[in-house]
Nanobody, 117 residues
Framework: QVQLVESGGGLVQPGGSLRLSCAAS????????MGWYRQAPGKQRELVAR???????TYADSVKGRFTISRDNAKNTVYLQMNSLKPEDTAVYLC???????????WGQGTQVTVSS
């Protein structure tokens, strides 16, 4: 059993910053990738940022230059530093973990990020 616990969401004004954390625990074999997705009301879930094999990072075009993903391998934790936040960044942010040879997917419960003045 794998558990993902997210934290760090909240309400922030435009231009502000937040840092999301996602800690993985349980029966974790080799981690292939950890990442963050988001889903706004009425919209499809979209990839925000992902870190593969602890080294390769990918970002959605809309967050490049503003968001930074990082991972603490010792703690099985992934972080998302979000700067220069915009109202359109408002969404539920979900942590994703891919593990094992079959790349099994696990999801966190989600954390709300609201950017509003």
């Amino acid at each position: 059993q794998v558990q993902l616990v997210e934290s760090g969401g909240g309400l922030v004004q435009p231009g502000g910053s937040l840092r999301l954390s996602c800690a993985a625990s349980g029966s974790i074999s080799s981690i292939y990738a950890m990442g963050w997705y988001r889903q706004a009301p009425g919209k499809q879930r979209e990839l925000v940022a992902r870190i593969i094999t602890g080294i390769i990072t990918t970002y959605a075009d809309s967050v490049k230059g503003r968001f930074t993903i990082s991972r603490d391998n010792a703690k099985n934790t992934v972080y998302l530093q979000m700067n220069s936040l915009k109202p359109e960044d408002t969404a539920v942010y979900l942590c994703n973990l891919q593990v094992g040879r079959f790349l099994s997917d696990y999801w966190g419960q989600g954390t709300q990020v609201t950017v509003s003045s």
